[in-house]
């Protein structure tokens, strides 16, 4: 995730997941998130001269924030269409009344 090319490829592979999907990578990317902090904090309490193998992956901040980006994204969409219904019905209901 290091270009902007990168990013807009992930956001291109994101785009075709589905509903389920897409939540399900949230969830693994939260969890590997939250592995790495916790290493990390081991790391610093306990064995601070030794490096960690594989170095943290800084990574998986950016990918969480793709995935909550469209998650966000698909929302405000749905959002609009059942708005968007919604007045429609309302208008052809109050002409009738």
Not at 40 to 49: R, T
Request: net charge negative; glycine share 4%.
């Amino acid at each position: 995730m290091n270009t902007e090319a990168t990013r807009q490829h992930f956001r291109k592979r994101l785009v075709d997941l589905s509903e389920q999907e897409l939540v399900q990578w949230s969830f693994l990317v939260g969890l590997a998130a939250r592995i790495e902090c916790e290493l990390e904090a081991y790391h610093a309490l306990f064995a601070p001269s030794i490096a960690l193998e594989p170095t943290p992956d800084t990574q998986l901040a950016g990918i969480q924030l793709l995935i909550t980006q469209e998650i966000k994204r698909r929302s405000v969409a749905r959002t609009k269409i059942l708005h968007t219904e919604g007045e429609e019905n309302h208008a052809n209901t109050n002409g009738k009344d």
